[in-house]
């Protein structure tokens, strides 16, 4: 793997927030979301053994699934055993995401009733 450098955008505002407001819903970060776009469109795939997915996803940098993905687990237990195993935190909840699971719960409230 090559080396990690920062990068400068000029975004426009109003892009920039609805960037930040759909990386909180999806549980990731505006910079995963372009370095995952980017390696879409430029077919590059960085190597990745998995070994620091476990405190980004604690950082919030990448989300539940892409740190799952990049440690091989399928079940999301395994996920919150190595983040206690490192004495790592998950990371909390964007309003956003909040918000979402709420409106999802009471429309199966709803439809039970």
């Known amino acids: 793997m090559g080396q990690t450098?920062?990068?400068t955008f000029r975004l426009d505002d109003d892009l920039l927030r609805a960037a930040r407001v759909y990386a909180a819903e999806h549980e990731?970060?505006?910079?995963a979301l372009i370095k995952a776009h980017l390696e879409k469109m430029t077919g590059?795939?960085?190597a990745d053994d998995g070994g620091d997915a476990v405190a980004l996803y604690s950082q919030?940098?990448?989300g539940t699934a892409d740190a799952m993905r990049r440690l091989g687990m399928t079940n999301y237990a395994e996920l919150?055993?190595?983040l206690a195993d490192?004495?790592?935190v998950k990371p909390r909840m964007s309003v956003q995401e909040i918000e979402?699971?709420?409106a999802t719960l009471f429309n199966i409230l709803r439809g039970q009733q």
């Open 80 to 82: 919150l055993d190595a």
């Open 100 to 102: 979402r699971q709420a």
């Open 5 to 7: 450098r920062n990068t």
């Open 44 to 46: 590059y795939q960085v």
């Open 60 to 62: 919030g940098e990448i």
């Open 28 to 31: 990731t970060s505006v910079t």
């Open 86 to 88: 490192r004495g790592l």
